[in-house]
C-alpha cells in the first residue's frame, strides 16, 4: 500500500484497510516491458479510435440522460486512455484505480491538468480490494478497457459481482475488451491480431516488445483468461444486468455495456 503523502501527486492514493487473505488475487501482468512501453501497444490496434469512439458515445448519452454529475470509476486506469473519454464529457468527475505504479505514473502525466481541476482522483490499489471498500449504489458509472481478460475466473466473477453492487440502480457498466466470439472466427481474428504486432514491431529495434505481446496473447488463450462473449453476457445477466448489448466490436475488440436494473 502507498502512502498518500509519499505518492508522485497528492490525488494518487491507496485506500485503507486490510487486506483480506482469502480474497481472490490478480496478477500483475504489466509489470515489465509492456508497461515500459505501452504506448507502442496502439500501433497494432488500427481500430482503436473506433472503440474509443463507441465508449465515448455511450458516456455521453449516460451523461445526458443522468441529468446531475456523474460519479464514475475507472478500473484499471492504466495509462489512463479510457479514464480521458470519461472526462472528455465535463458531467463526469472520476476515480481512476491500478495496481501498477508504471501505469500510475503514466495516468499522471497524461492527466494531470484533470487532477488539478478536481475531477479525477488516482488510486493506487488492487480494483477488487478498491470496490469492496465501497459503498452499495455509490457511483453511478463503472467503465474499464482492457483490464476483466487479464482475470482469473475467479477474481472476474467476484470483480463483476462488486461493480454490480457499486453501481445505483440504472447504473451503466461501460467495458472496452477482448471479448472473445465462439468458434473458428475467434481464431481468425486471432492470427489477424498477430499479423498487426510482426508488421508494427517486426524489427530488431522492438524484438522484445513484439516477444511480449505475443506471449502476452497466447496466454490470454488458456484457461486463466479467455473471455467469452457469449458466458460473459450470461455471467453479467445472472448478477442481474440487464440490457446487455456489444455497442461496437472490431475483431477481438468489444465494447459491451450493462445497466443495473
Known amino acids: 500500500m502507498v502512502d498518500s503523502s509519499k505518492s508522485p501527486h497528492p490525488a494518487s492514493r491507496a485506500p485503507e484497510g486490510a487486506d483480506n487473505p482469502s480474497a481472490p488475487k490478480s496478477e500483475r501482468r504489466f509489470a515489465g516491458k509492456l508497461s515500459d512501453r505501452y504506448d507502442l501497444w496502439r500501433v497494432a490496434r488500427p481500430h482503436l479510435e473506433t472503440i474509443h469512439g463507441a465508449v465515448s458515445d455511450q458516456v455521453t448519452r449516460f451523461a445526458e440522460a443522468n441529468g446531475d454529475k456523474v460519479r464514475a470509476v475507472d478500473i ?21 484505480v491500478d495496481n501498477e505504479p ?10 494531470r491538468r484533470w487532477i488539478e481541476l478536481g475531477r479525477l482522483s488516482v488510486v493506487e490499489a488492487d480494483a477488487l480490494r478498491y470496490l469492496a471498500e465501497q459503498g452499495d449504489g455509490s457511483v453511478d458509472l463503472v467503465a474499464s478497457g482492457y483490464v476483466f481478460h487479464n482475470l482469473t475466473p475467479d477474481y472476474r466473477a467476484a470483480a463483476f459481482a462488486e461493480v454490480y453492487r457499486v453501481l ?27 499479423d498487426r504486432f510482426f508488421e508494427a514491431f517486426g524489427d530488431t529495434e522492438h524484438i522484445d516488445i513484439l516477444r511480449a505481446w505475443v506471449l502476452h496473447h497466447i496466454e490470454d488463450e488458456g484457461p486463466n483468461h479467455l473471455m467469452l462473449e457469449s458466458a460473459a453476457l450470461t455471467e453479467l445477466e445472472a448478477l442481474g444486468f440487464v440490457e446487455l448489448s456489444i455497442v461496437c466490436r472490431r475483431r477481438m475488440d468489444a465494447v459491451l455495456v450493462a445497466r443495473k436494473a
Do not use: P
Not at 484499471?76 to 481512476?96: H, P, S, Y
Not at 508504471?102 to 492527466?111: D, N, P, S, T
Not at 440504472?170 to 475467434?186: C, T
Open 76 to 96: 484499471g486506469c492504466g495509462d489512463g486512455a479510457i479514464t480521458a473519454l470519461l472526462l472528455d464529457d465535463e458531467r463526469v468527475d472520476v476515480v481512476g
Open 102 to 111: 508504471k501505469m500510475i505514473v503514466q495516468a499522471l502525466g497524461r492527466l
Open 168 to 194: 445505483r440502480s440504472g447504473g451503466l457498466f461501460i467495458n472496452a475488451d477482448k471479448y472473445a466470439r465462439d468458434g473458428e472466427v475467434h481464431y481468425q481474428d486471432l492470427k489477424w491480431q498477430i
